[in-house]
């Protein structure tokens, strides 16, 4: 048995196994750094593999009028016609009700991404921000194992000059870019998520967003109908090779196959469901033919600018967007000083339901029901 198995294998069998901080570049002394509580740990050992259950997605039971959000001081910004909507004031996430909640979870199917800015959110603390993160569902624990201490399903993203200094899954890319769903080779996808920043370069290292459902609509009716039963494998096992500390992972990465275009439970549109990071192959064509539809599906994805956005990240902004049907990519452009730079994000991930394609599908919901709220307070 190799060294890492015997660890993996020995520390699997504790009652109480060590959770054991990450390697950085920076030194944090007690007391020093206010989110040193959301540094990365790991909990090394083995866990079962997830098995899918059945979802109820609490955008189905939101006020399709909105009006527990709309009732505040807040504006509503459209940051594109097609995916986005940006509030700023009167309206905290740490003071949201049920019902907010589940409108919010509406706004985010309908609109994609939705960028909160001046909140409090970072500093209501672990507990909190973990019974948020369940009121959309069951939150998802990250095949390689790394979360906040004691809190498995938060899971921070952590950057600085060791930490994730270099992303070998394109280390080897002319850019940063490295488009995708989060874990879509899961059988239970993901949902409503949250994202946070707790702390960032002064400049650098935004994210960069876009909507699937745009991208489907835009391909002619003859080509949509023509993805309509079409399913791809998705694949876990490139992210796990890449991973420099395996010995981390608490889970065997698996295969899934899910349908190209997905239909959302919520709001009843369709997306494409494919994306570079994950998606390996088309069921039933032959390698040549599955490469070159899934290589335009993500050309035509990644490079349609009229259903893209860039979010710069400052303290307070906390994005909630639909892993159905967006697509994300961070950007790696920031300077690193040793010791010094750090880019430290939080995210909270609710698993949805399992992916379908409901061809009798008609949306419940269309762009312009937004334009009301655009630049307005209400």
Same mark, same amino acid.
């Given at each position: 048995m190799a060294t890492t198995q015997t660890i993996t294998a020995a520390l699997a069998t504790q009652t109480n196994p060590v959770q054991s901080a %990450?390697?950085?570049?920076?030194e944090y002394r007690e007391g020093e750094y206010k989110y040193a509580a959301y540094l990365p740990h790991y909990t090394l050992g083995r866990q079962l593999p997830? &098995?899918?259950? &059945?979802?109820?997605?609490?955008?189905?039971?939101?006020? /399709?009028?909105?009006?527990?959000?709309?009732?505040?001081?807040a504006t509503f910004h459209e940051i594109t016609p097609a995916i986005g909507t940006e509030i700023r004031g009167g309206l905290q996430l740490s003071a949201l009700t049920p019902a907010q909640l589940d409108e919010m979870a509406l706004l985010a199917a309908e609109r994609g991404v939705v960028v909160f800015h001046d909140q409090d959110f970072a500093d209501i603390g $672990?507990?909190?921000?973990?019974?948020?993160?369940?009121?959309?569902?069951?939150?998802?624990? @990250?095949?390689?194992?790394? @979360?906040?201490?004691?809190?498995?399903a938060l899971l921070p993203v952590y950057r600085d000059f060791v930490a994730g200094a270099v992303d070998n899954e394109i280390k080897n890319n002319i850019s940063s870019i490295k488009w995708h769903s989060d874990m879509s080779y899961e059988i239970n996808g993901v949902g409503t998520t949250t994202f946070l920043a707790l702390d960032v370069p002064l400049s650098g290292g935004d994210t960069l967003y876009l909507s699937t459902t745009a991208a489907y609509e835009a391909l002619s009716p003859g080509f949509r109908e023509f993805l309509h039963d079409k399913y791809a494998t998705h694949s876990g096992f490139t992210q796990a090779s890449v991973h420099e500390h395996r010995e981390r992972y608490i889970r065997e990465p698996i295969e899934t196959v899910h349908p190209i275009v !997905?239909?959302?439970?919520?709001?009843?549109?369709?997306?494409?469901? =494919?994306?570079?990071?994950?998606?390996?192959?088309?069921?039933?064509? #032959?390698?040549e033919e599955s490469a070159t539809i899934l290589n335009f599906l993500y050309n *035509?994805? &990644?490079?349609? +600018?009229?259903?893209?956005?860039?979010?710069?990240?400052?303290?307070?902004?906390?994005? =909630?967007?639909?892993? !159905?049907?967006?697509?994300h990519?961070?950007? !790696?452009?920031?300077?690193? +000083? &040793?010791? =010094?730079?750090? /880019? *430290?994000?939080?995210?909270?991930? $609710?698993?949805?339901?399992?992916?379908?394609?409901?061809?009798?599908?008609? %949306?419940?919901?269309?762009?312009?029901?937004?334009? #009301?709220?655009?630049?307005?307070?209400?």
């Open positions: %990450a390697e950085t570049s920076v997830l &098995e899918e259950f &059945e979802h109820h997605d609490v955008g189905l039971r939101a006020d /399709r009028d909105k009006k527990a959000l709309l009732d505040s001081d $672990p507990d909190r921000q973990l019974a948020y993160g369940q009121h959309f569902g069951r939150l998802h624990v @990250h095949q390689m194992g790394g @979360h906040i201490k004691d809190y498995p !997905r239909t959302h439970p919520v709001t009843g549109a369709k997306s494409l469901y =494919v994306n570079r990071l994950y998606t390996r192959k088309i069921q039933g064509l #032959k390698e *035509h994805i &990644e490079h349609g +600018q009229d259903w893209h956005i860039r979010v710069h990240w400052t303290p307070g902004t906390v994005i =909630v967007y639909d892993n !159905r049907n967006t697509q990519s961070a950007l !790696r452009d920031f300077a690193v +000083q &040793e010791g =010094v730079t750090r /880019r *430290h994000m939080l995210r909270i991930t $609710p698993q949805a339901e399992r992916p379908y394609f409901d061809a009798g599908a008609k %949306a419940k919901n269309n762009k312009t029901g937004e334009s #009301k709220w655009k630049d307005t307070v209400v």
